[in-house]
């Protein structure tokens, strides 16, 4: 399995290479109005794909911390459970309790 996934990350990358050295062309990007500079078109297409990636960390940290949260309370409510079970089966050892036997009643 680790071959198979070894070998798709390795086509991706190529593919990503492909569209780089094809891409170099020189294409106007303005950043602000009036505001321009020429630079290689893969330039542009990374920074867009670096912009949207940030973007998307940003819009799943919100998540990432409820989640966060939701563990660490069931974590300490797994822990409170897991101690009272134990406290449940305790159970003291007291064999001079049990030394008499029963005895049949015969009629």
Do not use: W
């Not at 106007?28 to 998307?56: C, R, S």
């Not at 990432?64 to 003291?92: F, I, S």
Request: net charge positive; aromatic share 8%; proline share 5%.
């Amino acid at each position: 399995m680790k071959i198979i996934s070894g070998i798709i990350k390795l086509l991706i990358l190529l593919i990503f290479l492909l569209l780089a050295i094809s891409n170099t062309q020189q294409v106007e990007f303005f950043y602000l109005p009036a505001q321009g500079i020429n630079t290689p078109l893969i330039v542009v297409l990374f920074g867009a794909f670096l912009v949207g990636a940030i973007f998307g960390v940003f819009a799943l940290f919100g998540r990432l911390l409820t989640l966060r949260g939701e563990n660490t309370r069931l974590r300490a409510e797994v822990k409170k459970t897991a101690r009272l079970t134990e406290q449940d089966l305790l159970v003291p050892h007291n064999p001079a309790a049990n030394t008499t036997m029963p005895t049949e009643h015969k009629e």
